[in-house]
Nanobody, 116 residues
Framework: QVQLVESGGGLVHPGGSLRLSCAAS????????MGWYRQAPGKQRELVAT???????SYADSVKGRFTISRDNTNDRVYLQMNSLKPEDTAVYYC??????????WGQGTQVTVSS
C-alpha cells in the first residue's frame, strides 16, 4: 500500500510556472512507475506525464516542451515542473503510482488554475 499526497497547486497567470510535488509513503517508491494526470471540469481524466523506475519519461503531446516530470527516489517524491502555462492547463492534477503488480494508487489531487 502506498499513500500519495500532492502539493504545489494554485492560481497562476498565463505564461507562468508552477511546480507540483507528490510525496509517497508506505511502500517501495523506487520500483513504481509514477505519473501525473489531470481532470478539467466536464472532461475525463487524462494522462499528463509518466516516469518509470529507471527514469524514462513520456508526455502528452499537449504538454511536451512545457512540462517536465522528475523523481527523487531518496526522498520518495515525484515532481511536475510546469512552464508556459495556458488557460487550458486548468484542472485538478493527480499523482499516480503504478506498482509492478499493476495495482495503482492515487493522491487526492491539487487544483491548478491558469487565469489572468
Amino acid at each position: 500500500q502506498v499513500q500519495l499526497v500532492e502539493s504545489g497547486g494554485g492560481l497562476v497567470h498565463p505564461g507562468g510556472s508552477l511546480r507540483l510535488s507528490c510525496a509517497a509513503s508506505g511502500s517501495i517508491f523506487s520500483v513504481y512507475t509514477m505519473g501525473w494526470y489531470r481532470q478539467a471540469p466536464g472532461k475525463q481524466r487524462e494522462l499528463v506525464a509518466t516516469i518509470t523506475s529507471g527514469g524514462i519519461t513520456s508526455y502528452a503531446d499537449s504538454v511536451k516542451g512545457r512540462f517536465t516530470i522528475s523523481r527523487d527516489n531518496t526522498n520518495d517524491r515525484v515532481y511536475l515542473q510546469m512552464n508556459s502555462l495556458k488557460p487550458e492547463d486548468t484542472a485538478v492534477y493527480y499523482c499516480n503510482g503504478l506498482a509492478p503488480s499493476r495495482r495503482d494508487y492515487w493522491g487526492q489531487g491539487t487544483q491548478v488554475t491558469v487565469s489572468s
